[in-house]
């Protein structure tokens, strides 16, 4: 059994709420809500495609909830791996004041509605065929309801803090989906072939969110309905494109809509992609005559108070010119060749040249000049990309062949990998991947001491490196114990002894460019400690409850050693156990909560000696497992 191994950290599911029509509040009874889309990365998939068809918000204390998005007809699919860490605008709804404590996420569950893609290049030991989609009756979606042909599933989102909406204020509402949720896709192999369990109750969460200006948003794509008549913004209604991808793309038109505010101090980026100019405009004057019913592409950024600029317009009379820029995770990198691959979202390489008038951009929000302004332009800077950035690229010509690159955007610098020699300046980070020319051992400093951070859980500014465990984003430690602690934290490792590889500390890092504490250069912003899959493996030590959880022995497949795996029962950071059951080709997941005596009671009861079992952990120092997610078998055991 195999799960999303290497995915990175959350899926930010976010909806731009503003002041609109709804129901019969005025805007001046209505507050301001941001609320997008976004996720993680993985190696494995190019496709994680879901249709959202609505968001609703539940009172505090009871009442009908509000609905504050509604997907168009059809609804377009949004595949998730492309929103590395973004924020996909959804739209513009209106929101009634109050205190809202939970929201209901509901998701097309037909066969179909989910899909799956295999990466090109997956990992080693990946169960699906790279580059094809999974087939819909192998895609098993858990918690669906409703008739055929009208499937559901709705997920109830308890909200971290409440959240509070008043007349004319602004606020922000973040549900993401966690990719690094070993529990969002769940595959069981059997001589009937490979199943595959998608569940969102558990992967999908609230993290609270506090501004809105460090947000780096995915590029939109839209209409222009109207130019402003001061020429200071233009408002577009979103537009989706098909999927599976016809030729030409054409559009899914959407009754959202959004506007754009031009960059009046430091200067929007328009690109004319049809007459293949550019230049820098402060208000849309220049453009507004021919900007009306034109479609664009927008890379924004949010202002804190839910205003959005337009830091790049790319403008053309055919979506199917807009659409054609590659977005994706970086592939490879030749700097033999001076060629860039980027694997777009239906698992097909895209090679890009690069050359000497190539820009690149590194996605900075919150500074706002810092957002416009190329860190590097020609194919020199070409070596400071790696396997797993995130990218959009626009092309010189998207009809050409081959694509010259003219801006690469970096989206996510992300690296990832074992940790070894960590110390007090920084950490060393080994990557190998199946094309071993990707391969990488980069050594990361951490930021400088100085450096803004976000917030805590309390809303306290961070300065600083801050790290956490991939499960519990809310408990990042930060501050002068960060450091030393995160170097305690990774220097174990966990052998099995006999032909099985010893698990050892992985990590994901997100890391900032020219930092002062690395001047033209990457340091890592965070760090986060990815939960890795032991082997599947058997019990051989039977559950032995503790005073705040217990253990159990694994022995895995090719190992010799018995490694102890130690379970937490305290709320707020409890294992999370699953009961996986395989009966006649349906694969059903069912959480177990470790918090509660029943929870406690059905782990003892299947975790004795000989029960398979699937381990997600953390290595200690002392050789132990510090578990996360725990997966027990019924009915069918899964082929190893």
């Known amino acids: 059994m195999k799960t999303l191994r290497n995915a990175a950290l959350v899926a930010l599911l976010s909806l731009v709420v503003a002041c609109g029509a709804s129901n019969d509040s005025s805007p001046s009874q209505t507050g301001t809500v941001s609320l997008m889309l976004s996720d993680s990365s993985t190696e494995d998939w190019s496709l994680i495609g879901v249709k959202v068809l609505s968001i609703a918000l539940v009172p505090q204390g009871g009442g009908a909830p509000v609905t504050v998005f509604t997907a168009p007809t059809p609804a377009p699919v949004v595949n998730l791996v492309q929103l590395d860490q973004l924020g996909e605008i959804l739209g513009n709804v209106q929101v009634p004041p109050g205190t809202y404590t939970r929201a209901l996420v509901t998701i097309a569950a037909n066969p179909g509605d989910v899909q799956l893609t295999a990466a090109s290049d997956p990992e080693s030991g990946f169960a699906g065929t790279p580059g094809a989609p999974i087939p819909a009756n192998h895609i098993l979606v858990q918690g669906a309801t409703g008739s055929p042909g009208s499937l559901t599933t709705a997920v109830s989102v308890k909200l971290e803090e409440p959240l509070v909406v008043t007349a004319k204020g602004s606020n922000a509402l973040d549900l993401e989906f966690d990719l690094g949720h070993p529990a969002l896709i769940v595959n069981h192999t059997t001589a009937a072939g490979t199943f595959w369990a998608v569940s969102f109750r558990g992967p999908l969460h609230h993290h609270p969110l506090r501004h809105l200006s460090q947000v780096v948003l995915r590029h939109a794509y839209g209409t222009v309905t109207a130019v402003a008549s001061d020429d200071t913004s233009f408002t577009i209604t979103k537009d989706y494109p098909v999927h599976p991808a016809t030729n030409p793309e054409t559009a899914i038109a959407s009754k959202q809509s959004l506007s754009f505010l031009a960059d009046a101090v430091n200067g929007t980026i328009f690109y004319d992609v049809d007459a293949k100019t550019h230049a820098v405009i402060k208000d849309f004057s220049s453009v507004a005559a021919t900007l009306d019913g034109k479609y664009v592409r927008v890379a924004a950024r949010y202002q804190d108070d839910g205003t959005l600029v337009a830091v790049r317009v790319w403008a053309s009379a055919s979506f199917q010119k807009v659409w054609l820029s590659p977005e994706g995770h970086v592939l490879h990198v030749n700097t033999t060749s001076n060629v860039l691959t980027v694997e777009n979202e239906d698992a097909a390489p895209v090679p890009l040249t690069v050359d000497a008038n190539t820009q690149f951009f590194f996605r900075t929000p919150a500074k706002a000049l810092a957002d416009t302004t190329p860190i590097g332009t020609g194919t020199a800077f070409l070596a400071n990309l790696k396997r797993g950035f995130k990218v959009h690229v626009a092309v010189v010509d998207p009809l050409a062949n081959p694509l010259v690159a003219q801006t690469v955007d970096i989206e996510i610098a992300k690296f990832d990998g074992a940790i070894s020699a960590p110390s007090t300046s920084g950490f060393t980070y080994t990557r190998s991947f199946v094309t071993p020319a990707d391969d990488y051992t980069v050594t990361l400093p951490y930021i400088s001491s100085a450096t803004p951070n976000g917030t805590d859980a309390s809303g306290a500014a961070i300065q600083g490196f801050k790290w956490w465990n991939l499960t519990f984003p809310t408990l990042a430690e930060s501050g002068a114990s960060a450091i030393p602690d995160f170097v305690s934290a990774t220097g174990g490792a966990a052998s099995f002894g006999g032909t099985a590889r010893p698990m050892r500390v992985w990590g994901e890092s997100y890391a900032l460019w020219n930092d002062p504490a690395s001047p033209n250069g ?90 398979p079992v699937k381990v997600f952990g953390v290595p200690q120092a002392d050789g132990s497992i510090k578990a996360y997610i725990v997966f027990y078998f019924t009915g069918s055991t899964p082929m190893i």
């Open 522 to 611: 990457w340091a890592a912003d965070f760090t986060v400690l990815v939960p890795q899959p032991a082997p599947l493996g058997v019990v051989t030590t039977p559950w032995a409850a503790s005073a705040n959880g217990g253990s159990f022995g694994l022995q895995v497949a090719g190992g010799t050693n018995t490694v102890t795996v130690d379970l937490s029962s305290v709320v707020g950071s409890a294992t999370l156990v699953y009961q996986v059951d395989r009966t006649n080709d349906v694969v059903t997941v069912s959480p177990e909560d470790l918090t509660t005596a029943d929870g406690l009671a059905a782990v003892a009861a299947h975790l004795v000696a000989s029960a």
